[in-house]
């Protein structure tokens, strides 16, 4: 909602990592600390591995490259990978310090495609991401997620793929950064998923671990959830519930003060691989127009599969439009689960359809302009999601899909 939560928070990167602390919650294996356990990887070339991330299924998960280290000279590094034949999407995850920027400047697919054009954003048009590219991409701070397909001319080729990861620290290029490969694998695209949610309760609305799951109003937010996305054939999958600090129940995204990151690096690998969903009482701008806002996404996308960073997380507020008068308000407090609904969207991949200034739009042809019946305009108030969106989220490795 609004335009911070996309793009400011990019720039407010915060570096204060808090500890993951352990206040209960339902725990299924023991805290890892990379995205899987699987393949230990050495030097920048890294091969596929054939172990599937979930059991087995008609469409799974593999890792392809786990979180491998990838020393950058004047800032830029290489990374290969082979895609297997039966590939469906791949996600490119380039993470590292809370004080980093990150992202792609290249990707060369197994038949030469650019996927993501060398230098470009260097080139005018691509200030708010690559809109000059077959796949769309962004940098980020902490992590920089990019999912192909993830715009009509995207596609996924078997075979080598060469990737150009850059990293840079308060203006200066990095000497590292770490990657991450994901691939979808299946027979056939899906036309149907589920989504696990994980969420973390700070006692705002009254809600905690315990009292939520038998909240009815709480009911309603999932109801919402899966009412809405049903259009496009998911829906939430397996719940868990946490407790957190009940001192972080007021989050700022101001600049001046930013606790985003902070807040969102509580997020727990142990909880399973799902969305992590932070419901705090307010969430602070530091605009004095428009003070509170009703949610905002650390990252578009969050990183899948990766938790504890800055970029892990979407929050949402329970009282926070009440503080803006009523003119200015552009959704009632109520509507906690329509704010579900729009953050998931970023957590997933997409950005807003059309910005408040009526001139930034997002990468798909499909998408209206100007238009608040879809979901994922800054209103956040609408039901629609275009048939490009339905297909990058369900590109998403956190949408999963059952025989
Ligand atoms: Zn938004």
């Known amino acids: 909602m609004r335009l911070f939560d996309v793009y400011m928070h990019g720039i407010l990167c915060l570096v204060l990592l808090l500890g993951c602390g352990d206040s209960g919650g339902n725990h299924r294996t023991p805290d890892a600390p990379s995205v899987s356990d699987q393949d230990t990887l050495a030097g920048d070339t890294a091969t596929g591995s054939d172990t599937p991330r979930q059991s087995p299924r008609a469409i799974s998960t593999t890792v392809l490259v786990d979180s491998l280290a990838v020393n950058l000279n004047g800032g830029v590094g290489d990374v290969l990978f082979d895609a297997p034949d039966d590939t469906l999407s791949l996600t490119i995850i380039v993470h590292g310090t809370a004080n980093g920027w990150y992202g792609i400047d290249s ?29 769309f991409t962004t940098q980020g701070a902490g992590a920089s997620t990019t999912i192909n397909p993830n715009r009509p001319e995207s596609v996924v080729n078997p075979g080598t793929h060469t990737l ?18 994901l ?58 519930f946490r407790d957190i600090d009940p001192e972080l129940r007021t989050v700022s995204i101001d600049p001046a003060n930013d606790t985003l990151g902070a807040l969102v690096a509580n997020s727990q690998a142990s909880l399973g691989d799902g969305a992590h969903i932070f419901f705090v009482e307010e969430i602070l701008t530091g605009d004095p127009e ?16 990766l938790t504890g960073t800055i970029a892990s997380g979407v929050v949402i507020s329970t009282k926070g439009p009440l ?39 997002d990468q798909f042809a499909d998408t ?32 999963m899909h059952d025989e």
Request: net charge negative; charged share 15%; hydrophobic share 40%.
């Open 183 to 240: 691939a979808k694998r299946g027979d056939a695209w899906p036309v149907q998923g589920t989504v696990d949610l994980h969420f973390y309760f700070t006692g705002a609305q009254d809600w905690t671990a315990s009292t939520a799951p038998d909240d009815s109003y709480f009911d309603a937010v999932i109801a919402r959830f899966n009412a809405l996305y049903s259009a496009i054939g998911i829906q939430v999958g397996e719940m868990t």
């Open 323 to 361: 503080s803006v008068p009523p003119e200015r308000r552009f959704l009632d407090p109520p509507a906690i689960g329509q704010t579900l609904c729009h953050e998931m969207g970023h957590l997933l991949g997409l950005f807003h359809t059309s910005e408040y200034d009526e001139v930034s739009h």
């Open 368 to 399: 209206p302009e100007n238009d608040n019946t879809y979901l994922m305009h800054a209103d956040g108030t609408g039901p629609k999601i275009s048939d490009q969106q339905a297909r990058a989220l369900l590109a998403n490795p956190l949408v």
């Open 290 to 305: 428009y003070p509170s806002i009703p949610g905002v996404a650390a990252a578009v996308p969050n990183p899948p599969f």
């Open 107 to 135: 990707w060369i697919d197994p038949t030469g495609i650019a996927l993501i054009t060398p230098d470009w954003v260097t080139e005018a048009g691509n200030e708010r991401g690559c809109f000059s590219c077959p796949v």
């Open 164 to 181: 150009q990861v850059v990293g840079f620290e308060g203006g200066f290029a990095t000497d590292m950064a770490w990657v991450t490969v």
